[in-house]
């Protein structure tokens, strides 16, 4: 078992849709959580990045993080046709390990005008 | 002009070739990661180096060898090219105050016949 989980999708939504991708990971010693954004034939980009629990927002994004049940969640508000792409989660342990990143298998999102 | 490239972007080899992939960035970073990307399992590190005389294997280095020429370059080399190997490489850089901001290439698809 791979120790971050991403439902791959694919998902297609209607433009203006709240979008939620979710990631489960079963080390419990990840403190970093992060969210790449890749667009077709590009390298991924980091869009969101939390430490620890917690929720974080940027724009129509929301990043959620329970440390508790292990969970990593993001949120897009009234998506759009831009945002069509596939996003990874990430995570890492800080510490001696810190940038050594943990990647979900990515989940590729469409969103339809 | 792009902050990390990489060459080539397309190749087509044969079983048992030795292939080199090559890495570059100007971002003056000290770490630098190259990873494998399969449909269905996202990213998967190979090899990272936190600098010049710092290698180190990631998830899945069997059949792979780095190079760290210099701070700016980090070369990837398959010594007997198999099919299975067939891929998108990436190569990634970050800060080591902020590794869990990696910055990617664009890409190297390979294919092993």
């Known amino acids: 078992q791979k120790e971050v989980e991403q439902d791959p999708g694919p998902l297609s939504v209607p433009e203006g849709a709240i979008v939620s991708l979710n990631c489960t990971y079963s080390?419990?010693?990840?403190?970093?959580f992060m969210w790449y954004r890749q667009y077709s034939r590009k390298g991924p980009e980091l869009l969101m990045y939390?430490?620890?629990?917690g929720n974080k927002e940027d724009g129509r994004f929301t990043a959620q993080v329970d440390k508790s049940s292990k969970y990593i969640s993001l949120f897009i508000r009234d998506s759009q046709p831009s945002d069509s792409a596939t996003y990874l989660c990430?995570?890492?342990?800080?510490?001696?390990?810190?940038?050594?990143?943990?990647f979900g298998q990515g989940t590729i999102l469409t969103v339809h005008p | 002009d792009a902050d990390v490239t990489q060459t080539p972007r397309n190749r087509i080899t044969k079983t048992g070739k030795r292939i080199m992939l090559e890495c570059s960035q100007t971002?003056?970073?000290?770490?630098m990661y190259w990873y494998r990307q399969d449909p269905g399992l996202g990213l998967q590190l190979i090899y990272y180096?936190?600098?010049?005389?710092?290698?180190n294997k990631g998830e899945i280095s069997d059949g792979y060898s780095v190079s760290r020429q210099a701070q700016a370059k980090f070369s990837l080399s398959l010594e007997s090219a198999i099919p299975n190997q067939t891929a998108l490489y990436f190569c990634?850089?970050?800060?080591?105050?902020?590794?869990?901001?990696?910055?990617f290439g664009p890409g190297t698809r390979l294919l092993v016949l």
């Open positions: 990634a850089t970050s800060d080591p105050r902020a590794s869990e901001t990696q910055y």
């Open positions: 180096s936190f600098d010049v005389k710092d290698i």
């Open positions: 939390t430490y620890s629990s």
């Open positions: 080390n419990s010693a990840f403190q970093y």
């Open positions: 990430a995570t890492n342990a800080g510490g001696t390990s810190y940038g050594k990143l943990t």
């Open positions: 971002k003056g970073h000290d770490r």
